[in-house]
């Protein structure tokens, strides 16, 4: 739809693929998207009322879980109206020609790619911020990690090392996810990339990541698992006292 030639409505294609593949896919987010959302509510309430969990490492899991539900509440719900409609549409102006995008929500660099005017100094401001943004907190995260397995290799115990590596592995696993998804959507460059890689790509780190984060960093932690025991008891116990 346009006036004056100015576009002011954005097509999304999503996944341009067939009803039935629409529907799995919908079904799917969906219930990512559900489990990431109680997932973390679990943790927030559980930091939140739990004595034994008032620590800084659980009040900054609380946060970890508050930037989930908002990075996954911004993006799934408008990702599930695109899959299930097959395609679907938003106002925006400042923009003409092409009103299609061929993604799966209204991200940088596809909304880019419409634009009339010259983009470049768009692009190269949106690459340098990606430095301090992504590179910078990945480097530091990495540097932590390798300082906290140096002092897991001075563990005189076994046991110890091995479950301190297990839980290192599974907490970079999701880091790499999560970053190397980013610098593969915001800075390698986009020429001959395939659009299917790229809404993969995106998949992973705003649905994806949110969805893990839960049972990585807090729900295999064995003081939230005894906590979430604990109030399953005492919630019987409730049930109990009231019959």
Known sequence: TTHKGNVNKF?????????????????LVLIIYIVTIFGNLLIIMLVNYSKTLHSPMYFFLSQLSISDIMLSTDISPNMLHIVLQEWTSISFSEFCGSNVIDYLFCDLYPLVELSCSDTFKVQIEATLLSFPV??????????????????????????????????????????????????????????????????????????????????????????????????????????QNLW
């Open 134 to 239: 992504l590179i910078l907190p990945f480097l530091v995260i990495v540097v932590s990690y390798t300082y906290i397995v140096l002092t897991i290799l001075k563990m005189s115990s076994f046991s110890g090392r091995l479950k301190s590596f297990s839980t290192c592995s599974s907490h970079l696993t999701v880091v790499f996810i999560f970053y190397g998804t980013l610098i593969a959507a915001y800075l390698i460059p986009k020429k001959g990339q395939s659009q299917m890689i790229n809404k993969i790509i995106s998949l992973l780190y705003t649905v994806f990541t949110p969805f893990v984060n839960p049972f990585i960093y807090s729900l295999r932690n064995k003081e939230i698992k005894d906590n979430i025991k604990m109030l399953y008891i005492n919630k019987r116990r409730f049930n």
């Open 11 to 27: 097509i999304f294609l999503g996944f341009n693929s067939n009803a039935v593949y629409n529907l799995l896919l919908f079904t």
